[in-house]
């Protein structure tokens, strides 16, 4: 059973641009979490996805990020316009329904120039 | 508001020696507990988790935790730390509620000496 997929693993982008991070969860697993780590500090919730909803989004800025998880397909994470204080690596954990056991993907770690 | 405390940033261990890490929490209910450990520029790795009944629960790598209500703690242990050890451990809490967002420490990061 293959693990949480996150691509791509590292992302280069200028300020202004856009990024797309990919996450597939686990075979199985219909509940997505995205969290970010900033530099030097733990891993802070964002949102938390079924299939085709968002469940809990109050870890998400307001401003310029968005999340869904389509009926098929990965989990996208989108940031429009990335600034310098995005840069982070971005994890994406599955769970199977009625779990409290997350399982993270190796991350993706955006850098924005 | 839960929450996670990891008290010490780093530690530093020589390989043979015991290990404890420590983790306290502020939980209302009976909290869901986990410790992740994460090697550089990897994910997280699952090490081991309590969700109820006997307080000494035993994870991979020959890792465990106990964990304490009267003292709210969930300290990491292992008797005998090997040079592969050296990575940054995570303890943390499920939030409760319907999300079972996972609220973090900040980390310890563990040296090993030869």
């Known amino acids: 059973n293959a693990g949480v997929m996150q691509n791509p693993r590292h992302l280069v982008r200028r300020r202004g641009q856009e990024a797309r991070l990919r996450c597939s969860p686990m075979k199985g697993h219909s509940h997505v979490y995205w969290y970010r780590q900033l530099p030097e500090e733990g891993l802070k919730f964002m949102v938390y996805?079924?299939?085709?909803?968002?469940?809990?989004e109050s870890g998400m800025p307001k401003e310029r990020f968005s999340a869904e998880f389509p009926k098929e397909g990965p989990s996208i994470l989108r940031i429009q316009q990335v600034v310098r204080g995005d840069s982070a690596a971005y994890f994406c954990?599955?769970?199977?329904?009625?779990?409290?056991?997350?399982?993270f993907g190796p991350g993706t770690r955006l850098t924005v120039l | 508001a839960q929450s996670v405390t990891q008290p010490d940033i780093h530690i530093t261990v020589s390989e043979g020696a015991s290990l404890e890490l420590r983790c306290n929490y502020s939980?209302?209910?009976?909290?869901?507990l986990f410790w992740y450990v994460q090697s550089p520029g990897q994910g997280l790795q699952l090490l081991l988790k309590y969700f109820s009944g006997d307080t000494l629960v035993q994870g991979i790598k020959g890792f465990e935790a106990e964990f304490k209500r009267s003292q709210s703690s969930f300290n990491l242990r292992k008797p005998s730390v090997h040079w592969s050890d050296a990575a940054e451990y995570f303890c943390?809490?499920?939030?409760?509620?319907?999300?079972?967002?996972?609220?973090f420490g900040t980390g310890t990061l563990l040296a090993v000496q030869p």
């Open positions: 943390a809490v499920v939030s409760g509620g319907a999300t079972n967002k996972l609220i």
């Open positions: 954990a599955s769970s199977p329904p009625s779990s409290d056991t997350q399982y």
């Open positions: 996805l079924q299939k085709e909803n968002i469940i809990d």
């Open positions: 939980y209302g209910a009976t909290p869901y």
